[in-house]
């Protein structure tokens, strides 16, 4: 399935800037994540949502902050990043409830800071 | 927290040859899923196992569950050049309404033409 969609693909921002990046999932889901994918580590699991509600936040950085305004729509609100901060962030979505460990990416967005 | 010790890192096969890769883990999951990802693209849902002991078809792919729970494997038959790409296991324990996948590191297979 490829319903959950992420813009921008790339984004190349400065340590003084401020970005968001987005995700959208038109599968009816109700759960969504945030991950960071660095070289060589495995994927690592930044925020979950469900419902709307932040259930996880993953010791996380405060220059991270993440939004979900509904179900749908799920941001990651960037400023004053540090280079080590590049990597690919995906964001995913499930369902709740039984058999809802299947998560779907989207295809995430590459980071570059510099 | 949970690790996942998935192995072999990478595989370099001839075309038509089988595959088959592992993840291992100290703790017990209640679920299992395979991943795929192609160079710039987020992970594509491979198979999906839900109980110890399970053995699931795609295609050219089978996955099963283990029986201790704590383990997997994903074997690829007949491989083709497009089954290039990075392999992850990824499990979970049920706990709360959103479910938090652990991942593996990944198994980078190249297939040789």
């Known amino acids: 399935e490829t319903g959950v969609t992420q813009t921008p693909r790339h984004l190349v921002m400065g340590m003084t800037n401020k970005k968001s990046l987005k995700c959208e999932q038109h599968?009816?889901?109700?759960?969504m994540y945030w991950y960071k994918q660095s070289a060589k580590k495995p994927l690592e699991l930044m925020f979950v949502?469900?419902?709307?509600?932040?259930?996880e936040n993953n010791s996380v950085p405060s220059r991270f902050s993440p939004e979900c305004p509904n179900s749908s729509h799920l941001f990651l609100h960037l400023h004053t990043l540090q280079p080590e901060d590049s990597a690919l962030y995906l964001c995913?979505?499930?369902?709740?409830?039984?058999?809802?460990?299947?998560?779907?990416f989207g295809p995430g967005t590459r980071l570059t800071v510099l | 927290g949970q690790q996942l010790n998935q192995s072999p890192q990478s595989m370099f096969i001839q075309e038509g040859e089988d595959v088959s890769m592992n993840c291992t883990s100290s703790?017990?999951?209640?679920?299992w899923l395979w991943y795929k990802q192609d160079p710039g693209e987020g992970p594509v849902l491979l198979i999906a196992?839900?109980?110890?002991?399970e053995l699931t078809s795609n295609g050219r792919l089978t996955a099963q569950f283990g029986i201790t729970r704590k383990d997997s494997f994903l074997n690829i038959s007949a491989s083709i050049p497009s089954d290039v790409g990075i392999y992850f296991c990824?499990?979970?324990?049920?706990?709360?309404?959103?479910?938090?996948?652990?991942f593996g590191s990944g198994t980078q297979l190249t297939v040789l033409p």
């Open positions: 196992l839900y109980k110890a002991g």
């Open positions: 995913a979505s499930s369902r709740t409830g039984p058999r809802t460990d299947t998560q779907y």
């Open positions: 703790s017990i999951f209640n679920t």
């Open positions: 949502y469900s419902l709307e509600e932040r259930v």
């Open positions: 990824a499990g979970s324990v049920s706990s709360g309404s959103a479910r938090q996948l652990t």
């Open positions: 599968l009816g889901h109700n759960a």
